[in-house]
């Protein structure tokens, strides 16, 4: 089935006013070669004044309908701007929900994981004693706390100090591996973890019986203080081994 | 309306050729020289091209009347469905807050 696609009113009203333009020349055309020829025409200027009429009345008709089309498109444009504001508070409205939608998913994310950990927790849970007594191993070599008798000049130290790593195990490996090397030296006995007495330096506040190798004779900045049983053969002895508390290189091979 | 209907006729009077037509004509008769058929003539020209001039200058005259209130009831018609989504999702609650004892 053949659709007719209308003519629109812009369309039709030049045509019609083409067609008033050609029947009104036709006809003062007509006018004056009657007048000049004086001939009676046989009702042909008639016809064409009839046309005329007919078109013009056309015309004035398509005019109205053109006018009211222009108030009907007053309007469809004030529903255009209408719809624009529509579609941009839905476009608002749409960011919003999408920015609530991220939220939300980050919050029920971040639930679930801390449900998990809680689950975990609760599935790996340990008794109170026992953290307890790890606790108090951990922390019984002094190495979180100083000890409560602990005062500058003190020894002592939160980590291993040099003289005690050679006579731990790693040190008595050490020791065996070079063996046949430096036998002679005292760096030896120290290696081996056994300090001669007269090397022992004795400090005001330790007790009168204290282990023989327990303590480094020298050790960092710390204190100046002599030592009885000191000679220079020692004396360079200490300087050769005494370490910076910070360092842990070893000279002494 | 009594006012624009006097309006509406004069406006449709005006957009009217056959008094200018007449007025070619009657000036044929009386006048033999030419001088003021020309004058009629040149009005009714430019009366022509006026028209013209003023049909391709009205809004809303690219679609046929049928037309135009097709797109008229469709833009009706997205307002509508466009304020009801709105008034829609703006007044859902999706969430009831439970009252804090």
Same mark, same amino acid.
């Given at each position: ?79 255009? $701007? ?29 639930? $679930? ?19 307890? $007594?790890?606790a ?18 003190d ?11 050679r ?24 290696a ?62 | 309306?009594?006012v ?53 200058n009205?809004?809303g ?41």
């Open positions: 089935m053949a659709t007719l696609i209308e003519k629109s009113t812009k369309e039709r009203l030049l045509s019609v006013l083409d067609d008033l333009e050609v029947l009104s020349r036709e006809l003062i055309e007509m006018l004056a070669l009657s007048r000049g020829q004086k001939l009676p025409q046989p009702g042909e200027d008639t016809q064409i004044l009839e046309l005329l009429v007919q078109r013009d009345k056309e015309f004035q008709e398509l005019m109205e309908v053109a006018q009211q089309q222009g108030k009907v498109h007053q309007e469809m444009q004030l529903l255009e $701007k209408e719809v624009e504001k529509r579609d941009s508070d839905i476009q608002q409205l749409q960011k919003q929900l999408k920015e609530a939608e991220h939220i939300l998913a980050t919050a029920v994310y971040q639930a $679930k994981e801390k449900l998990k950990s809680i689950d975990k927790a609760r599935k790996g849970s340990i008794s109170s004693e026992e953290i307890i $007594k790890y108090h191993r951990i922390s019984a070599s002094n190495a979180v706390c100083a000890p409560l008798n602990w005062v500058p000049g020894p002592r130290r939160p980590y291993p100090t040099d003289l005690e790593m006579s731990g195990m790693l040190g008595h490996m050490a020791n065996l591996s070079s063996n046949g090397m430096n036998g002679h030296l005292p760096g030896d006995a120290l081996a973890g056994r300090l001669p007495d007269v090397l022992t330096p004795h400090y005001p506040w330790q007790p009168s019986d204290v282990s023989v190798g327990m303590l480094p004779p020298h050790h960092g900045n710390d204190f100046g203080l002599e030592t009885p049983g000191h000679n220079k053969e020692n004396e360079d002895e200490v300087e050769a081994m005494s370490t910076d508390s910070s360092s842990s290189s070893s000279d002494s091979d | 309306m009594a624009s209907q006097p309006k509406l006729e004069k406006d449709s009077e005006d957009s009217s050729l056959l008094p200018l037509v007449h007025d070619v004509i009657k000036c044929m008769d009386k006048d033999k020289d030419g001088q003021d058929v020309h004058q009629e003539l040149t009005k009714l020209k430019t009366k022509i091209q006026k028209a013209r001039e003023q049909i391709s009205m809004p005259i690219d679609s046929s009347p049928q037309e135009q209130q097709q797109q008229l009831a469709t833009l009706r018609e997205q307002v509508r469905t466009k304020n009801q989504l709105l008034q829609k999702y703006k007044s859902l609650c999706m969430f009831d807050v439970p009252k804090a004892s």
